[in-house]
């Protein structure tokens, strides 16, 4: 019984220390609390991945700008099949589509 007790006082030790560095990086990049934890979708069972993910956003976004366009039908159609085939993320997807298009601008 003891030595079950040890392990779930390791383990908890281990998440502490885990969720103070995600908490941290968090603080450090600016983002509300709120809206670091929306746009993480943190769930408690999903500690170890989360510090992984933080970091990810925070290095991904740095020179990213977040906007919302209506797009005619046939082009959302084409965006997520073209994102499903190249198995990429739909905004990975959307991105490449206008680089291509915006050659001569970029």
Request: proline content about 0%; cysteine-free; aromatic content about 4%.
């Amino acid at each position: 019984m003891q030595e079950t007790e040890d392990v779930l006082a390791i383990r908890d030790e281990y998440r502490l220390q885990e969720w103070s560095q995600i908490i941290q990086a968090g603080q450090n990049s600016g983002l509300s609390k709120r809206s670091l934890t929306g746009r993480l979708r943190l769930s408690l069972s999903s500690e170890q991945d989360a510090r992984a993910r933080i970091l990810l956003l925070l290095k991904k976004n740095s020179d990213r700008v977040q906007r919302a366009y209506y797009l005619d039908r046939d082009l959302d159609k084409a965006l997520r099949r073209m994102a499903l085939e190249e198995g990429k993320n739909l905004a990975e997807s959307v991105n490449n589509a206008l680089r291509a298009g915006l050659t001569k601008y970029l």
